[in-house]
């Protein structure tokens, strides 16, 4: 009779945490794989610190700086000048953000400015370690310097992350799936 309690609380503790691996983080990755991803919607991509916390939510509900950021992002996609963009998106304040930041670092790239690029792409992670399509974004800056098997590290973030059939690991893993040298730019 002692041990019909003492199961239960083991029982429960056992489903609840069932319940907690199960439902698991909730990861959002904003665009599709190519590199013409859309819009960030949500604050689901700045990091988790105080001081982050609040630039966040100030800078979502900014309606000046959703403008500029969409701005900025047709500057990059549709007319592809990149030296306006990375203005425009240093212009927003938020170069912090995991957004901002990694797109400011594709820019570079697209200018063939690696280093710097390299310098954005790694701010972005360290403000979301969890952004997919600065994992992506990188893994392709590596794809293009020849480091493929940093490329796969690149790859395989991604896929805890977001999985296997997500945009970005299906982008990133198709540039891996091409013969090394062949001066394909991403």
């Known amino acids: 009779m002692s041990k019909t309690p003492q199961f239960r609380w083991k029982f429960l503790g056992l489903a609840v945490l069932s319940m907690t691996l199960a439902a698991g983080p909730v990861i959002t990755a904003y665009a599709a794989g190519s590199d013409n991803p859309s819009p960030p919607a949500s604050d689901s991509s700045a990091s988790k610190g105080k001081k982050a916390?609040?630039?966040?939510?100030?800078?979502?509900?900014?309606?000046?700086?959703?403008?500029?950021?969409?701005?900025?992002?047709?500057?990059i996609y549709d007319q592809h000048d990149y030296t306006a963009a990375i203005e425009q998106l240093k212009a927003l304040g938020q170069d912090d953000r995991a957004d901002v930041a990694n797109l400011i670092g594709y820019s570079y790239r697209k200018l063939g400015d690696y280093k710097v690029s390299q310098v954005w792409y790694e701010r972005a992670l360290k403000a979301d370690p969890a952004h997919v399509r600065t994992w992506q974004y990188y893994g392709l800056w590596q794809v293009e310097q020849g480091n493929r098997d940093q490329a796969q590290y690149h790859l395989n973030r991604i896929a805890q992350l977001a999985g296997t059939n997500s945009d970005e690991y299906r982008s990133l893993a198709a540039a891996l799936e091409k013969p090394p040298g062949t001066g394909l730019v991403y």
């Open 53 to 75: 916390k609040k630039d966040k939510s100030s800078a979502i509900d900014d309606q000046k700086f959703l403008a500029g950021y969409r701005t900025a992002y047709t500057t």
